[in-house]
């Protein structure tokens, strides 16, 4: 699309909501760049504060695809997103893939205000050089946890599975990004307080194809 001399194209959306259920399909071609992808599927339900964002991208810069999805507030959230990410490929075949669904209720919540001063905390990091993938978690004040976090690391791919419910604070990141040349295709990172339903399943490498059931 050529932009005539003194003409602006911009888009710019605010969305404030107290009881949505949306429902987004975002297709997107194209672009150049190292060869990188990541397959993502991750559901929460959460009762408390919520601070998430997602970047997902092609090309640094002013170039390629993007893609930024967040959720800010207190209140009671139930949300799903899908994510194919290509970027850098020769044949053509770049492309950014993702569903995001979800009900976003502003409502009181008994999980609003610091549960406890609880000294108990538990942490994970993962990370995979060959990949360029890294995956990290961590929970405090915690009153009860259940996780249950699976890592399957080889020179080819990452898999990370992750299933944890917290009554606390969870935080957690991911970030995709083959060598220090190369675009960060995938950003990840979020702090959750309150009640925390949490599964995610990220896959990134030569072979990225989901194979990880969906929760």
């Known amino acids: ?94 492309e950014i893939w993702a569903n995001e669904w979800g009900v976003f209720q502003n409502r009181p919540s008994r999980y609003a205000a610091p549960i406890t001063n609880s000294e108990l905390k538990n942490a994970l990091c993962a990370k995979n050089y060959e990949v360029g993938s890294v995956y990290s978690e961590s929970y405090s004040n915690l009153v009860d946890l259940v996780k249950d976090t699976s890592i399957a690391q080889t020179d080819n791919n990452s898999v990370y599975s992750i299933h944890s419910e917290i009554e606390g604070t969870a935080r957690v990141g991911a970030r995709v990004q083959k060598g220090s040349g190369a675009v960060p295709i995938y950003v990840m990172n979020g702090v959750y307080s309150g009640y925390t339903n949490m599964r995610m399943s990220l896959e990134s490498g030569n072979a990225s194809i989901l194979t990880l059931p969906c929760p």
């Not at 710019?12 to 949306?22: D, G, K, N, R, T």
């Not at 760049?33 to 090309?59: A, C, F, K, P």
């Not at 990410?85 to 075949?93: K, R």
Request: hydrophobic share 35%; proline share 2%; net charge neutral.
């Open 1 to 94: 699309m050529k932009c005539r001399p003194g003409s602006l194209t911009f888009g710019l959306l605010i969305i404030s909501v107290f009881f949505i259920i949306a429902g987004t399909n975002i297709l997107i071609p194209a672009v150049n760049g190292v060869e990188q992808n990541l397959t993502e599927h991750s559901w929460i339900y959460s009762q408390g504060t919520i601070d998430d964002m997602r970047i997902y991208q092609t090309v640094a810069g002013f170039h390629g695809q993007k893609l930024v999805t967040g959720t800010r507030g207190t209140g009671t959230v139930s949300r799903s997103i899908d994510a194919q990410v290509y970027g850098g490929f020769q044949d053509g075949y770049n």
